[in-house]
């Protein structure tokens, strides 16, 4: 099973900053076949939902609550996706997983990495 590898999180105090990486292993297939890469989060005793994700040609896409406060970036030659976390808060405490959409193949996933903000 094809799992993409995570990197970065931990604790921050609020109104800091934190950067994630994602790497998507060869066995994930050719990257221009990766059509969506991103992350999502899960806070305690919540479903697990979309915070931004960028199309293999750069479009990105962020929830509303993210804005202006999260970068999302792509890099096909290293096969990997970023997010940089700035002004953080309390709500954005979750495990969050890195994601990606292949065009044939299905979804992908990360292992979760904890994002922890203290307020």
């Known amino acids: 099973q094809v799992q993409l590898v995570e990197s970065g999180g931990g604790l921050v105090q609020a109104g800091g900053s934190l950067s994630l990486s994602c790497a998507a292993p060869?066995?994930?297939?050719?990257?221009?076949?990766?059509?969506?890469m991103g992350w999502h989060r899960q806070a305690p005793g919540k479903q697990r939902d979309l915070v931004a994700t960028?199309?293999?040609?750069?479009?990105?896409n962020y929830i509303d609550s993210v804005k202006a406060r999260f970068t999302i970036t792509r890099d096909n030659a290293k096969r990997m996706v970023f997010l940089q976390m700035n002004s953080l808060k309390a709500e954005d405490t979750a495990v969050y997983y890195c994601?990606?959409?292949?065009?044939?193949?299905?979804?992908?996933w990360g292992q979760g990495t904890q994002v922890t903000v203290s307020s």
């Open positions: 994601y990606a959409k292949h065009t044939s193949a299905g979804e992908y």
């Open positions: 060869v066995t994930a297939g050719r990257i221009f076949s990766i059509k969506t």
């Open positions: 960028m199309t293999t040609y750069g479009v990105s």
